[in-house]
């Protein structure tokens, strides 16, 4: 096998842990010398390598890669970009082949959900499709836990362990205020079109909180939510609602909408919160409190599952072990074995069979009723926030590593996207 | 000294730490058993006083009474309800006294901030006017840090410590995100007059972030502060704003009010975040997320500050010490020695000096242009969330301790709040 450069690159939007698996893409990279030569990181993802602004990772040192094994969002830059496809947009993809053949790159890593596995795939057909030589590997990435075949994705664990916790602190604080305050508390959540994240939240009812769940799975039912807080409230003096950002009426409406769309056309939401809280008050006259994660919870490495940083770093270490073995075109996986106690190995997916593919809670994980999460899916979920892997401290912030980022020198000229 | 028992309550918005403050009472209590009798919490804050709803703790274990420590939320229930004056309701002090001498207690206890030093004051008053023996000492406890004499309130380091953190990490993400999508970060916090909070936030300009505060001190300017927002994106990439809720126009309105007011006649706030947000999209076309933190940044036990919960503990003790002495009418407070290292001793102060005056964050702690703080204050500010204190944790989320909350028998008729 010639000697050949890797290309990594972060995709879409980032986790608490996503730099772990750039951590174990790196390290393991760095362990293969005799067969990979540098590893060069795109600045902000996939537009890094069409504009070829790399940035040589060997410049950074073995500590500063440790680093980033606890060090949350994306370390060299991320974006929000999508290839259309090699007929729609045959430039874009003679301009990578370009750069890879300048900068003899012969290893694709990219790190991201489905639409990053979208462009994967697509980088994984220029072998055939344009006879340039390239093996393209996705490491899977998504707070949203919405990849098939994988049982779950790095950056999920963590952001479902931040949801859980502060869900059980929040309950905790409500329930003290009840009594002449606060009786309802709104937590809103990430989550798109899957629920994932929202069913986090539903972890506390064992913790004795009583708490709704509004999935995107589940058409949203003003009348019957309604009735299900009241009756909380009457029975336990108080009531926890997590909405996910996804939450809409049957006719498709979000139940908050700001009107924006991202890159992909996707509508930017936020704002379920005040609106499930305020139809609250008008309803039954319960004082409320509402918060918004938001970016909180995709980047609370302070708090991230033990499990997740594990797998992050092994799925980023597996994909160059893929890579090494002459494979193109695939994801490596977590495929869960048990339960409890807890066990799994490190599978391999086609790209094919990822790419585009959204992953929603299956029906057997969300209550008849539709407002909770069932026991078959804490089964799922509770290995998954296991174990805590705090970051280091330092006058009482933690320590995350910024790299030096060091680019490497152009060898060509410029190039508009 | 004859043999009294305690009433203890917990007052106000609850925080990550005052059962550490209950936790520090009720120990020092039972290793002074020849001299205290019982402790007896209030349920629901002076309501459980009021409408004798008393619990035994001496019910509670040794182990459970320990872990309060690491539990947020208030264990034994708050309450907001203020006591009007003497004169003005003579009746609900009659009843406390009622309720005092019907369970022989002697020690009254109150966990809270600024309106329940007033409260505690008023009840320390009753020895002299109403002729009834009672000790009356204040625990401090606000995230708001807005008690004068002490140096800071327990409750405010862990909630420095979280949106310090949380700030730091939702800017690492949004620097991730800039080149292509997200370049503001909008976080929205909790402080209605000051700005001890928020200030928080501007600790991580010291990490290489753009960070903008809105203070409540500081009357809203908004062409200055789109200004500010926008030489920082064109400067870095990107700008974080951290916003407290108490922000307001020249003309006192603040920047989101939602029209509710709470019993003590508080505006109910929540929402700047957004409205921050499209201020800077309607002006400067920059993309955004924002979160509103609300409950989870008072809650946050899982990042609670080492020395928060230390001092939480420490001035519950000196509470106990100070009834012990013979003491009345005062609160112990934190007096700070020196900040580099980090020295502290229990005070005390006279609660006729606390009640009714807020502590609004110095001119010298926010720099000229309103939008960040000074050297000065990050000296005030860093030994305060220093250190980590984490809670144990059982299938990936924290233990925390719900007590049995048995109540004493009632000895009185009914009384109607």
Redesign the interface.
């Given at each position: 096998m010639a000697k050949k450069n890797a290309f990594y690159a972060?995709s879409g939007?980032?986790t608490?842990v996503i730099n772990a698996s750039a951590c174990g893409v790196i390290e393991t990279a760095r362990l293969h010398k005799d067969k990979i030569g540098k590893v060069y990181a795109g600045?902000?993802?996939i537009?890094g390598a069409l504009t070829e602004d790399l940035i040589d990772t060997s410049k950074e040192s073995d500590a500063a890669i440790a680093a980033l094994r606890s060090?949350?969002?994306?370390?060299f830059?991320?974006?929000?970009?999508k290839l259309k496809s090699l007929e729609a947009n045959k430039r874009e993809y003679a301009r990578l082949i370009e750069v890879f053949k300048a900068h003899n790159i012969g290893y694709f890593f990219y790190n991201g959900g489905g639409d990053s596995a979208d462009t994967c795939f697509k980088v994984s057909q220029l072998s055939e499709a344009m006879g340039y030589p390239i093996q393209a590997i996705h490491v899977p990435k998504t707070v949203d836990n919405d990849l098939p075949i994988t049982d779950c994705c790095p950056g999920f664990g963590s952001v479902a362990?931040y949801i859980?916790?502060?869900t059980?602190?929040?309950s905790?604080?409500?329930?003290?205020?009840?009594?002449?305050?606060t009786k309802i508390?709104v937590?809103e959540v990430m989550g798109r079109h899957a629920g994932w994240i929202a069913a986090a939240g539903g972890?506390?009812e064992d913790?004795?909180i009583p708490v709704v769940v509004l999935f995107p799975e589940v058409e949203f039912d003003q009348k019957k939510f309604l009735a299900k807080v009241d009756k909380n409230v009457k029975e336990h003096g108080f009531c926890t609602i997590v909405v996910s950002e996804g939450c809409h009426y049957p006719d498709g409406r979000f139940l908050a909408e700001q009107g924006?769309r991202?890159?992909f056309g996707h509508a930017?939401l936020?704002?379920a919160?005040?609106v499930v809280a305020n139809m609250i008050?008008d309803a039954l006259g319960y004082?409320f409190?509402?918060?918004?994660?938001?970016?909180?919870q995709?980047?609370?490495?302070?708090?991230a599952?033990k499990t997740d940083v594990k797998q992050a770093y092994q799925l980023g270490k597996a994909a160059v072990d893929l890579a090494l073995k002459g494979r193109n075109s695939v994801m490596p996986t977590v495929d869960r074995i048990s339960d409890e106690p807890y066990k799994y190995k490190i599978g391999v997916a086609d790209l094919k069979d990822v790419a585009n593919v959204e992953k929603m809670m299956p029906k057997s994980f969300i209550t008849k009723d539709g407002f909770g999460i069932t026991e078959k899916c804490k089964r799922y979920l509770?290995p998954?926030?296991?174990?805590?892997d705090?970051p280091k401290?330092k006058?009482?912030?933690?320590v995350?590593v910024?790299l030096k980022n060091v680019a490497v020198p152009k060898k060509l000229g410029d190039f508009k996207i």
């Open positions: 972060q939007g980032v608490a600045r902000n993802g537009i060090t949350p969002s994306g370390a830059g991320s974006c929000r970009f362990k859980a916790v502060s059980l602190e929040a905790f604080d409500v329930k003290s205020m009840a009594k002449t305050s508390f937590l972890l506390v913790h004795g924006t991202d890159a930017q936020g704002g919160a005040p008050k004082k409190h509402w918060a918004v994660a938001d970016y909180l995709r980047a609370a490495r302070h708090v599952s509770v998954l926030i296991q174990g805590e705090y401290y006058d009482g912030l933690p995350y910024t």
